[in-house]
């Protein structure tokens, strides 16, 4: 039971995911659950080779996927 007057502290693992403002570690993890092979690793590469990122270093999720087609599509789904 909570005390009253007092709200709990959210945190990351209590807060709802908002996939317009993804960390490394949980869009990895989502990917992970719909089937995708990404570690963190695999995403923070990625940052590093361009994907987009937001200015606080979060990720979009529409924006990386539509980033991950964009490269697929140049290296010819390699």
Sequence with gaps: ??????????????????????????????????????APRTVAADLEAGAPTNPDGTVNLVHY?????RELGRSGGR
């Design 65 to 69: 996927a539509a980033w991950c087609v």
């Design 1 to 38: 039971m909570k005390p009253r007057g007092k709200k709990a502290r959210a945190t990351s693992r209590d807060a709802p995911l908002r996939i317009s403002s993804l960390r490394v570690e949980d869009l990895a993890q989502l990917l992970e659950q719909a089937g995708v092979a990404a």
